[in-house]
């Protein structure tokens, strides 16, 4: 409760740590590492996974609130041989990343990301997408929505995410007896300056994805659901029957289709859909 009162209840949200977890099992893909200034001076590490050949475009990929890089690239990191670059970003205060872990600064390093990829097309005008999973599926809406960058961005794939920070915050503090009775009054200590349902009709004309575990028990998929109804098109939403929390592309099938949907919008932002 502490938390709540005295810190925003920032740990609710993010649970970084520095560990270096499967150091023992490279990914099954180059890497290159990648360092971004974020613009309060922060250093943010990314990891470049090179596309094997000629790239269609670069993903953005942008993780979930719990530990580091370190364990969530691995779902990106079959990307680079169906031909798509992928930078995935660590946030501030999260694996080799300077600083402390903060709401606003994850929301800070993101658009960072956004702005050096940009800086990088030169000549090659490649196309951006920009896929997030859980807490990052809510900062990737949010980012390119707001971001000055957002005509270089072809398309936002958003796994898992929630609509609302208070809204999430009440829905797990409804899930422990001790604090269940205090909900609401406690939730609202929680800021939604950086809602992504606030700004995801925004994102209009770019193409949205969003995916959700039926069965998700972590961010219910009414989340999902809420935010399809409150985005502007295009839009899609996959339910995956029996999915659960950012387990959609373990599913072979779910990557084919997935690939299908690159596919169709992997081209110049002006001539999206």
Known sequence: MSCLILSGCTSVFLQPDRVPYFADRPLGTPTEDVWIAAPDGQNLHALYLPAHGRARATVLYLHGNAENLSTHVRAVEWLPAQGYS??????RGYG???GKASIRGVHEDAAAALAWLAAQRGEADMPVIVYGQSLGASIAIRSVASSPFRDTVAAVVAESPFARYRGIAR???SQVWLTWPLQWPLSLLISDRYAAIDVVNQL???PLLLIHGAHDVVVD????QRLYAAAGLPKDLWVIPQG??????RRESVRERLLAFLAGIGQAPEDAP
């Open 86 to 91: 992928v930078l995935a970003l660590d946030y």
């Open 96 to 98: 080799r990343s300077s």
């Open 171 to 173: 829905e797990k503090l």
């Open 204 to 206: 209009s004309p770019i």
């Open 221 to 224: 998929v009414r989340h999902s």
């Open 244 to 249: 659960g929390h950012i387990d959609a592309t």
